[in-house]
């Protein structure tokens, strides 16, 4: 069993990491990434507990992209975690995320609800490793009695369109794939079938990507194997996860529950030699 997207406490996720591996290693996973938003934070921990449980362990993360106005998540595996131009990137993208946090709060009083931002955000103000974002929000928003679940956060305030939202601020597509490759690793656009875009995926593509997210908890057995083709046109690896956050209302109930097929890890971990060549040398072919 193999998940290859996984969230924990570092960014948006529910359980810390050790919690993480001990639900996967409960569910039966044998080969795991986390992809945390935004953050490695969470990377250390995860290998460590991976390796006690036997479970072979993939450094990973979901950086956030924006083209058009629209978010683009990218998936990053089998990078340096430490790689220094990674860190300074992904810094910068933090802050971005504290920003717009404090901007949407700021819209919510406009509409008589009043939440402490200091006590949302003080978690990713304590620790500037932690990647903040709006199901942060959300729960405020629950524990202040304003709405009863995160669907009803982000269906009435949260969501684009809707009055506390606040457009994103981030890094175009093609240089999130860059700095996933200057830091030896190799990157798979996340759950496509959400972002509606598929004519944006060649490009992509001509922009480094290595690989489509084919498995996905929203992925139903029709998308997948249109991604999956896609991919095999396209000349692509595939990737896969449950998209696991450790919420009732985000993502399936454990890890596992979307697999990725071996011969498809297979073939995504072989892009590891093109990874260390990157590594090795960063300058462009």
């Known amino acids: 069993m193999i998940d290859l997207h996984t969230h924990t406490t570092a960014s948006d996720g529910r359980l810390s990491p050790s919690q993480l591996v001990a639900r996967a290693a409960s569910a039966g996973v044998t080969v795991l990434a986390v992809t945390d938003h935004d953050t490695v ?14 479970i072979t362990f993939v450094p990973g993360i979901e950086i956030t992209a924006v083209l058009m106005g629209d978010d683009i998540h990218m998936l990053g ?9 990674l860190a300074t990137f992904l810094e910068s993208q933090r802050r971005r995320r504290i920003d717009r946090v404090r901007e949407m709060v700021d819209r919510l009083a406009r509409f008589d609800i009043h939440l402490d931002v200091e ?18 929000i959300a729960r405020a928003l629950i524990a202040g009695g304003h709405v009863a679940t995160m669907d009803e956060a982000f269906d009435r305030w949260l969501a684009r369109d809707r009055p506390a939202f606040v457009p994103r601020a981030a890094a175009v597509p093609a240089e999130v ?11 798979s656009i996340a759950h ?17 990507l290595d690989a489509i997210e084919a498995h996905h908890s929203r992925h139903d057995a029709e998308t997948t194997s249109h991604y ?6 396209m000349q692509l690896a595939i990737s896969g996860g449950s998209d696991f956050h450790g919420d009732d209302s985000h993502g399936p109930a454990n890890p596992g529950a979307v697999t990725l097929p071996r011969a498809d890890f297979d073939r995504l971990a072989r892009g590891t030699g093109l990874a ?10």
């Open 41 to 54: 934070a969470a990377c250390g921990a995860v290998a460590d507990a991976c390796a006690k449980a036997r």
């Open 77 to 85: 595996y089998f990078f340096d975690p430490q790689s220094p131009a």
């Open 119 to 136: 006590a949302i955000l003080r978690p990713g103000l304590e620790d500037a490793t932690k990647s903040v974002g709006r199901p942060w």
């Open 177 to 187: 794939i860059a700095r996933i490759h200057d830091a030896g690793g190799i990157a």
């Open 192 to 208: 496509p079938g959400l972002l509606g875009h598929d004519e944006w995926i060649p490009g992509f593509a001509g922009a480094g």
């Open 228 to 233: 999956r083709l896609m991919a095999e046109r």
């Open 276 to 285: 260390m060549n990157r590594r090795r040398d960063p300058s462009p072919s």
